[in-house]
Structure formats: C-alpha cells, structure tokens
C-alpha cells in the first residue's frame, strides 16, 4: 500500500496545530499564575510549531498569517524584556 504526500502533509499539519495550541495554552496557565519565566518558555516553543502551512514560504503567505506570527513574536520579546529588565 502507498501512502500519499498529500496525507502526510495533512496529519503534519494537524500535529503542529495541537502542538502550539497546548503551548500556547500552557503558556497562558503560567501567565495567569505569575510565573514569567515559564510563560516565556512555553510561548517560545509554541513558535516552533507552525500552526499553518509549513511548506508555504513566509512571503507567499496571506497576511493575517504573518501578522499572527509576528504578534506572537512581539509579545514574547516583550515578556522576555520585561522578565530581564523587571523589577
């Protein structure tokens, strides 16, 4: 039996959704209990996981796609500053 790219690509695609989403979720519940640190952890390890097509090359993506990624960017440099440079 052979087994298509087209299935692969769909359950990779699968994977990586669940992955970032129990990160971000993780990283949600570690910022709701006051540990920074581990929020920043966990949200920057969501980044690894790509919730879209990973295939897709960063200037042949739509838009809102870009701009969730880099939002997620900012707002996990902004944690890290505010982690280093906090008081």
């Given amino acids: 039996m052979e087994i298509t790219e087209t299935n692969s690509k ?3 695609n699968k994977v990586n959704r669940i992955a970032y989403a129990a990160f971000v979720i993780l990283a949600a519940y570690f910022l709701i209990m006051g540990d920074l640190s581990s929020f920043c952890i966990q949200f920057g390890i969501a980044l690894v996981f ?3 097509n990973a ?3 960063w200037k042949d993506r ?3 796609q ?3 990624m880099i939002i997620h ?3 996990l ?3 890290f500053i505010t982690l280093i440079f906090g008081s």
């Fill in 62 to 64: 739509p838009r809102y």
């Fill in 10 to 12: 769909d359950t990779s």
């Fill in 73 to 75: 960017l900012v707002i």
């Fill in 50 to 52: 790509d919730p879209f």
């Fill in 77 to 79: 440099l902004s944690a």
């Fill in 66 to 68: 870009r701009l969730w």
């Fill in 55 to 57: 295939k897709v090359s």
